[in-house]
């Protein structure tokens, strides 16, 4: 039975005894086959983790972004001063504004979802939310080096596959010459 990672990934077992291991399949082609598909899809894997891993390091800087407003928003409510702004009108026209109402603020969650928040339900949020992404990137990390070192084993079971093929046909080779 394979052994699997939480993530389903099926891990690499480093093949010993080549020989005996061939004997599994018809042949060196289905056997380096299965080695090469099986190298394909921790690549394949692998590339759509790093893909979601960049996402997520790209949308932490703007949720510290949005959890720095909320700060501010705050801290200026609390010291009675009014919170002076430019509002975009349209791409790249502003308008300065004084924003009065400082209670709420209405914060997109994502799909086009915006949700209107009391200021400090609307920081823990934020807090959450980059707490969780970064949870989700150490999660990332740590699967990433897993596929990494079973990617490693693959390609020495590949290198020894190759190898046993060489030697046998040289032995094989040999033998002919031989008369044997």
Request: charged share 35%; hydrophobic share 35%; glycine share 6%.
């Amino acid at each position: 039975m394979e052994e699997r990672t939480k993530g389903g990934i099926p891990k690499a077992v480093f093949i010993e005894n080549v020989e005996r291991w061939v004997k599994q399949f018809s042949g060196e082609e289905e056997a380096s086959k299965t080695l090469q598909d099986l190298y394909s899809k921790y690549t394949e894997h692998e590339e759509e983790l790093k893909k979601q891993r960049n996402a997520l390091t790209l949308r932490i800087p703007i949720l510290e972004d949005d959890l720095k407003a909320l700060l501010y928003m705050k801290r200026t409510k609390e010291s009675g001063k009014e919170l002076k702004t430019m509002f975009e009108l349209n791409d790249g026209v502003y308008a300065e504004g004084i924003a009065t109402h400082l209670d709420s603020a209405v914060i997109m969650l994502g799909a086009g979802t915006l949700v209107d928040f009391d200021i400090d339900e609307g920081i823990v949020m934020m807090k959450k939310h980059i707490a969780k992404a970064q949870g989700s990137i150490d999660k990332l990390d740590e699967t990433l080096e897993f596929l990494k070192a079973q990617r490693t084993t693959t390609e020495v079971n590949i290198s020894r596959l190759f190898n046993y093929g060489t030697h046998k046909r040289r032995e094989e080779k040999a033998a002919e010459e031989a008369g044997i």
